[in-house]
């Protein structure tokens, strides 16, 4: 077992991990009670860490590409939510639901890149649970300083002025995530 490098591999993981993060900063973008973050961020964590302890202890596998390429999407989905893209398209979508469904595919992520790891079987609960705390306490980290970050921004006139064009270029982000996913996929 190794409890300890696995919780701290996770937590670089969700720190370091730019989809991730731009995924939870869309989520929390227009959130100002906290118990909604709360729910949100909840949904999202029991959404990844059922996919990761899964995928890993199941061994089911897909190709890294096409599932990062769906988390990409899902930055352009939470970015042109933010944006009322599907309100003005007329379509109502459960915002917990999405969320919840995006954490699978986060989680699935997660699996395949450790499973792309060389993992001993010795041990291999105990080590997963303690990747998925590190992921947990990384995405805790990231979620205080992000939503420290919201809360001066917020208390400026230009949050709101600013929210549309933000989020345009979190959408953006997402498409390039995308589609470097996807070129990836096609020339490996």
Do not use: C
């Amino acid at each position: 077992m190794a409890i300890i490098p696995y919780i701290y591999l996770g937590a670089k993981h969700m720190f370091t991990g730019y989809d991730h993060l731009l995924f939870l900063a869309g989520v929390i973008f227009f959130l100002y009670k906290m118990k909604d973050v709360a729910l949100y961020v909840s949904l999202f964590a029991v959404g990844h860490s059922v996919t990761l302890l899964l995928g890993v202890l199941g061994g089911i596998k897909a190709d890294a590409y096409i599932v990062d390429a769906i988390i990409g999407l899902s930055v352009v989905y939470k970015a042109f939510e933010n944006m009322g893209g599907f309100q003005r398209l007329g379509v109502t979508i459960d915002t917990r639901h999405a969320v919840f469904l995006f954490g699978l595919a986060h989680g699935f992520g997660l699996s395949t890149k450790l499973q792309d790891l060389t993992i001993s079987s010795d041990g291999l609960v105990p080590n997963m649970l303690a990747f998925n705390v590190g992921v947990e306490l990384g995405q805790l980290a990231a979620l205080t300083i992000m939503l420290l970050a919201f809360q001066f921004w917020r208390q400026s006139p230009s949050f709101l002025k600013g929210a549309f064009s933000t989020n345009l270029v979190i959408m953006m982000a997402g498409f390039v995530l995308f589609g470097y996913q996807m070129t990836g996929y096609f020339i490996s």
